[in-house]
Nanobody
């Protein structure tokens, strides 16, 4: 049973930085994809970044390319999302997801396991 716990959200000014953490338990690194999604009220959950835990290959939504970096520390069972140069449009609840079914990483339907989310506010 995979459990995911996000942390690191908060309130920052435009141009600021935050690092989100996704602590995993019950997840086997090297065997699949972990992704970060975000969601604002009334909107669909949007794929932000993903990492294939086998090779470390990363993928990004165009809107965050060059500003966000996803990384993993398999020894610490944690995936990170470093967010730099934050913009007001980045404000959302951020979720990490695991247990992909082989579908497209940007689709929330691809993932079976989700954390509870961490709020990011940018003013």
């Amino acid at each position: 049973h995979v459990q995911l716990v996000e942390s690191g959200g908060g309130s920052v000014q435009s141009g600021g930085s935050l690092r989100l953490s996704c602590a995993t338990s019950g997840y086997t690194y090297g065997s699949g994809t972990i992704a970060w999604f975000r969601q604002t009220p009334g909107s669909e959950r949007e794929g932000v970044a993903s990492i294939y835990t086998g090779t470390g290959k990363t993928y990004y939504n165009d809107s965050v390319q060059g500003r966000f970096t996803i990384s993993q520390d398999s020894g610490a069972h944690t995936v990170y999302l470093q967010m730099n140069n934050l913009k007001p449009e980045d404000a959302a609840m951020y979720y990490c997801a695991a247990d992909a079914n082989g579908g497209y990483w940007k689709s929330p339907r691809t993932f079976k396991s989700w954390g509870q989310g961490t709020q990011v506010t940018v003013s």
